[in-house]
């Protein structure tokens, strides 16, 4: 099944103690991206990759880091979160180098909490 | 930069009767993608339509279609024979195909309530 997963699903932990979310996609998509989810905010990109080694920031990339190594994987590490990252996080992929002509797909998205 | 407005923080809509929610944008990019895409209260994310600035028809997918005015820049969603399972956020996006590809850009959403 042509899916995207992220991991985990739900994420408690406390300010400063680094974590990474994992993203696996497994239908061969050059880009992919992360995005976060506040209410009232709806959704605002953190990083996108076009491809492999290619990573570029969105409208909020103060406090994540990403890496692209492989074409399948995008992990999101919080080196030192704090808990105005407190967020619904959603991992994507598209077809293609850009999103311009494909739909995004969409993880189940990661609750992450941070006291 | 890019900006999505999305007017409507809540809808109502009687079941089997057509619903539009609202979109316009703002950009500088000459060419750029726009979709639609439904958050169910589980909250997965739902592709539901596209449409090309470079598109001269509107788009349809089944019961959706997609009101583009690209003069007036809005993307309107246009719902027909609105169901019960059609109660969700809706979240209006974009993406420049051309500079600063790969940015995308949503809407803050609107939710759609369908009533019995």
């Known amino acids: 099944e042509a899916q995207v997963t992220q991991n985990p699903r739900y994420l408690i932990t406390v300010t400063g103690k680094k974590l990474t979310v994992t993203c696996s996609q497994n239908?061969?998509?050059?880009?992919m991206s992360w995005y976060r989810q506040d209410p009232g905010l709806g959704l605002r990109q953190i990083y996108y990759?076009?491809?492999?080694?290619?990573?570029d920031k969105g409208d909020v990339p103060e406090g994540y880091k990403v890496s692209r190594k492989e074409k399948r994987n995008f992990p999101l590490i919080l080196e030192s979160p704090s808990p105005n990252q407190t967020s619904l996080y959603f991992c994507?992929?598209?077809?293609?180098?850009?999103?311009?002509?494909?739909?995004?797909?969409f993880g189940n998205g990661t609750r992450l909490t941070v006291t | 930069a890019q900006k999505i407005t999305q007017t409507q923080p809540g809808m109502f809509v009687q079941e089997k009767e057509a619903v539009t929610l609202d979109c316009t944008y703002d950009?500088?990019?000459?060419?750029?993608?726009l979709f639609w895409y439904k958050q169910p209260s589980s909250g997965e994310m739902i592709f539901l339509i596209y449409q090309g600035s470079y598109d001269e028809q509107n788009a349809t997918e089944g019961r959706y279609s997609l009101n583009f005015q690209k003069a007036r820049k809005s993307a309107n969603l246009v719902i027909s024979a609105s169901q019960l399972g059609d109660s969700a956020m809706y979240f209006c996006a974009m993406s420049p195909i051309n500079t600063n590809a790969g940015k995308s850009t949503f809407g803050d959403g609107t939710t759609l309530t369908v009533k019995p």
């Open positions: 994507a992929s598209s077809a293609g180098s850009g999103t311009a002509y494909s739909p995004l797909h």
């Open positions: 950009t500088s990019d000459q060419s750029y993608g």
């Open positions: 239908m061969n998509h050059e880009y």
């Open positions: 990759s076009m491809n492999v080694e290619v990573t």
